[in-house]
């Protein structure tokens, strides 16, 4: 038994008949969510990445607070590429998006020393825009991502583009 088994008062674990199925992705569709976490990370590259490994992005998990699938998670991830880079200004142009759909002052946003507050973004509320990736190439697995960030009850239309 380990010290963490002991302290915990857990015993062996039984994790026979265990689901190794992932979640499947919920309908690619509008949904009410709210911001559950925020961080920063960097892109991984390799050889089918579009931007090179280490360039900062923002990923935010999104919590459904629609009924039928309340308390799924849904993610996105929004690059900050070099401005060299060739869509530089349409990468940004969807962080600042995404920023006012989360109730953001576009101004502010676009100020040049915009900081972004994490404990701030937690808890806010919106509509994302969820789509149904391209199958994991290892896995075959699909899964759901975030195309679009609006105000909550806004009725924006969605292109279908993004579905």
Same mark, same amino acid.
């Given at each position: 038994? =380990?010290?963490?088994?002991?302290?915990? %008062?857990?015993? &062996?674990? *039984?994790? =026979?008949?265990?689901?190794? @199925? $992932?979640?499947?992705?919920?309908?690619?569709?509008?949904?009410?969510?709210?911001? !559950?976490?925020?961080?920063?990370? +960097?892109? #991984?590259? %390799? *050889?089918?990445? @579009?931007?090179?490994?280490?360039?900062?992005?923002?990923?935010?998990? !999104?919590?459904?607070? *629609?009924?039928?699938?309340? +308390?799924? #998670?849904?993610?996105?991830?929004?690059?900050? &590429?070099?401005?060299?880079?060739?869509?530089?200004? @349409?990468? @940004?142009?969807?962080?600042?998006?995404?920023?006012?759909?989360?109730?953001?002052?576009?101004?502010?946003?676009? =100020?040049?020393? !915009? *900081?972004?507050?994490?404990?701030?973004?937690?808890?806010?509320?919106?509509?994302?825009?969820? $789509?149904?990736?391209?199958?994991?190439? $290892?896995?075959?697995?699909? =899964? +759901?991502?975030?195309?679009?960030?609006?105000?909550?009850?806004?009725?924006?239309?969605?292109?279908? #583009?993004?579905?």
């Amino acid at each position: 038994m =380990s010290e963490l088994d002991q302290e915990m %008062g857990i015993g &062996p674990l *039984d994790l =026979s008949g265990a689901d190794l @199925k $992932a979640f499947d992705p919920i309908p690619a569709g509008r949904y009410a969510a709210e911001v !559950f976490s925020a961080e920063w990370k +960097n892109t #991984r590259g %390799g *050889d089918q990445a @579009k931007l090179p490994a280490g360039t900062p992005m923002l990923t935010i998990q !999104f919590r459904i607070t *629609d009924a039928e699938y309340e +308390n799924r #998670r849904v993610f996105g991830n929004w690059p900050i &590429p070099a401005p060299d880079y060739e869509n530089a200004d @349409k990468l @940004k142009g969807s962080l600042v998006r995404t920023l006012v759909g989360l109730g953001y002052d576009e101004d502010d946003v676009m =100020s040049g020393n !915009f *900081d972004i507050d994490f404990d701030d973004l937690r808890g806010r509320e919106c509509e994302v825009i969820v $789509a149904i990736g391209n199958p994991n190439p $290892a896995t075959g697995e699909r =899964s +759901n991502t975030v195309r679009g960030v609006h105000p909550l009850g806004s009725g924006e239309p969605v292109d279908s #583009r993004l579905l």
